[in-house]
């Protein structure tokens, strides 16, 4: 069985494979320190809960945009599975041309969602992940990826208002009944939810018309996607496993 993690900036998410299908996803947090022996119990603990054991696991593949945690993780596998883990980054094959003027500055899941977007979806594809921050990059019919945008999360937009706004209260992100709010709560979550709806389209087709791609698809990732993408015509479809996936076929590629 092949273990995918991604570690992100508020979460780390595991995808449990068996050859192409999915056995199991979970999620930690990322911003509590953890030794290398903190992080096998945990995945032991997470594997013995679906009644899987240690030597099952013969393979994993991690993205990371973290540095901090990675010492501590990778010695975890190593330690408790006995596996070198393959990590995302330069060298590694993907199958993505990265047509940047920087390609080294793009952030390992960037690389892993076009990876996934366009081998499942198709090309050209545009992939937006909804994570702490929000990400749009664009990938051509033959697998280049052209261009992104970053904006900030929904969370990051939202910890913003209440934590430099002294009466704004913290608030649960989701979408309010209407966008004619009658008290605070409301009218942040309509501010909150109807803006990114709002830049989300905008950002689709701006970048649709300048690249010239009518027919470019749209796909989207990420915790707080599901909620935008539901709300919108503009996203064709919504994945939440996406960046698990791009990990699966990376994993792949790599001829072992």
Not at 87 to 100: A, F, M, N, Q, W
Not at 113 to 139: K, Q
Not at 195 to 210: A, L
């Amino acid at each position: 069985m092949l273990l995918t993690i991604d570690v992100g900036n508020s979460n780390i998410t595991i995808g449990l494979f068996e050859e192409e299908e999915i056995k199991g996803t979970f999620r930690m947090t990322t911003k509590i320190p953890r030794t290398s022996d903190e992080y096998g119990i945990f995945f032991l603990d997470l594997l013995n809960a679906r009644k899987i054991g240690r030597k099952e696991i013969d393979a994993v593949i991690i993205a990371s945009v973290v540095p901090d945690v990675m010492h501590s993780l990778t010695s975890g596998i190593l330690k408790y599975f006995h596996v070198k883990p393959i990590i995302v980054g330069p060298g590694i094959k993907t199958g993505i041309k990265l047509s940047t003027e920087n390609p080294r500055e793009m952030g390992a899941d960037r690389i892993v969602d076009a990876v996934a977007a366009y081998e499942l979806y198709g090309g050209p594809v545009l992939v937006i992940d909804f994570g702490t921050a929000t990400t749009h990059d664009l990938v051509l019919e033959d697998g280049s990826l052209v261009a992104g945008v970053t904006s900030p999360g929904i969370r990051i937009s939202a910890n913003a208002l209440w934590n430099n706004a002294a009466k704004l209260p913290e608030i649960e992100i989701s979408k309010p009944d209407s966008i004619l709010a009658k008290n605070t709560v409301t009218s942040m979550q309509a501010g909150l939810i109807y803006g990114c709806i709002g830049q989300t389209e905008y950002i689709i087709r701006r970048m649709r018309e300048e690249a010239g791609l009518s027919e470019m698809k749209v796909v989207a990732t990420g915790g707080l996607g599901k909620i935008i993408s539901n709300e919108t015509d503009a996203i064709d479809i919504y994945d939440p496993d996406l960046t698990l996936k791009g990990l699966k076929r990376i994993y792949d590629k790599q001829g072992r």
